[in-house]
């Protein structure tokens, strides 16, 4: 890797977790300034302006959690492994796994009304984790784990959204009381599905 290339990545593996914990409106070049020890030039030199830096962060953000994500499931002998794997990895939404929380979560939040890429970006980051429950779903029912009627693409949609909404009242309420009841709800749902 070049020496501009390091140092454009230094820049937003330092700049991530702080767009994902203060959002990207919050976030100033100061903060970024401050955590890399660059001076201003020196950041403009790699990024044009924030709005490029913050693009690149949700990039980062995103693919950190989805590399931790894949490795955790890609332990799993079973489609309901798999299912409960993606469960627990997001079961913890006051010590979750990327700091300041769930990026998608977070930046979707904050983007969806006011920054067209950056939902586009997060847009594509929920269709992909949805595409990944309905194919564990779907690989359990050719495996004659799952009820052949189970409608894969609507389970899917119903555990990514409760374990959003789980996330959000854990990072809100400072606990994970309300997450257990998810989770536990989840779980007997695909218990419920399983043969």
Same mark, same amino acid.
């Given at each position: ?8 990545q230094f820049?937003?593996e330092k700049a ?9 409106a ?8 401050e ?7 020196s950041?403009?030199?790699?990024? @044009? $302006?924030?709005?490029v830096?913050?693009? =690149?962060?949700?990039?980062? &953000?995103?693919k950190?959690l989805g590399?931790k994500?894949?490795a955790?499931i890609s332990?799993s002998k079973?489609a309901?492994?798999e299912?409960?794997?993606y ?18 979560l977070?930046?979707?939040t904050?983007?969806d009304d006011?920054?067209?890429?950056v939902?586009?970006k997060?847009?594509q ?8 429950? @309905? $194919?564990?779903i779907?690989k359990?029912? =050719?495996?004659g784990?799952f &009820?052949p009627n189970w409608n ?6 119903v ?5 959003e909404?789980g996330h959000?009242i854990?990072?809100?309420s ?6 257990k009841v998810?989770?536990?709800t ?10």
């Amino acid at each position: 890797m070049a020496k501009g290339e390091e140092t454009r990545q230094f820049i937003i593996e330092k700049a991530a977790p702080i767009f994902n914990t203060k959002g990207i409106a919050a976030t100033s070049m100061s903060d970024i300034m401050e955590a890399t020890k660059l001076s201003k030039g020196s950041m403009y030199v790699h990024f @044009e $302006n924030k709005e490029v830096l913050a693009c =690149a962060a949700v990039d980062h &953000n995103m693919k950190i959690l989805g590399d931790k994500l894949l490795a955790a499931i890609s332990k799993s002998k079973t489609a309901k492994e798999e299912l409960f794997t993606y469960i627990d990895f997001f079961s913890n939404g006051v010590n979750p796994p990327l700091t300041g929380g769930c990026p998608l979560l977070n930046f979707g939040t904050e983007a969806d009304d006011t920054n067209p890429v950056v939902k586009e970006k997060i847009n594509q980051g929920i269709k992909y984790n949805q595409k990944l429950l @309905e $194919n564990s779903i779907k690989k359990g029912i =050719a495996n004659g784990e799952f &009820n052949p009627n189970w409608n894969a693409a609507d389970f899917a949609t119903v555990i990514f959204t409760m374990m959003e909404g789980g996330h959000l009242i854990s990072r809100m309420s400072g606990n994970n009381d309300k997450m257990k009841v998810v989770t536990t709800t989840l779980k007997s749902m695909i218990e419920e599905n399983s043969l």
